[in-house]
């Protein structure tokens, strides 16, 4: 039985991973912005069989709000020993690259908030000599491209921090998981074309739990998307320059 904090948790991916070990019976902490739907999924958590729901309303823009997050999830869990970092915002390319503050502000959502939650609940997990972190990157960090290079550029923070966090808790018994899904159907791309290389939260969340309990370092959900992106970032430079990617 796992105490999860879930941050983000009303987003498709996340609430897909809660629906899963609330199943299992694992104690839940869930937070997110939007209050109305948060207290539907916990009214829907409870009913699924969750040991334990716990709540609170949360803008992870807030950063000096996030040590008392994780105090609060300690404390209504009984203890921490999982962290899912799955907030963030799909950024408008277009607006990123005329509005610098708001690009500024999409880097601090999907990137900078991040790693201030990371860092936090890394100290407290090599304290007790244990515990999981499982942050949502993605793909798109792999490489910079002409379509989402501001929203890939804050990813790529989330996976390099990750990596250089795994290496040095991995030996304080302490797990960094990078999970990089591709193209997901969730509400934040319900507006987006979507075709055959596009996955359920529900495929993806199989992958997010499977990963969190065997212990794995880098997945890639669905598992195809690491052999596209490997072929992607080895395009040579002066090729890919000239590409509509």
Known sequence: MRKILIVGATSGMAEACARLWAQRGDHLFLAARNRSQLQSVCDDLRTRGAGRVGQQVFDANDLAAHAALLAEATQVLGGLDTVLIAHGTLTDQERAQQDVAYALQEIQTNGTSVVSLMTLAGEQFAQQGRGA???ISSVAGDRGRQSNY??????????AFASGMRQRLAKQGVHVITIKPGFVST????????GALWAKPEQVAKDIARAIDQGQRVVYTPGFWRWIMLIIKHIPEFVFVKLKL
């Open 150 to 159: 501001v929203y890939g550029s804050a990813k790529a923070l989330v996976s």
């Open 187 to 194: 509400p934040m791309t319900a507006h987006l074309k979507q």
């Open 133 to 135: 972190i499982a942050v």
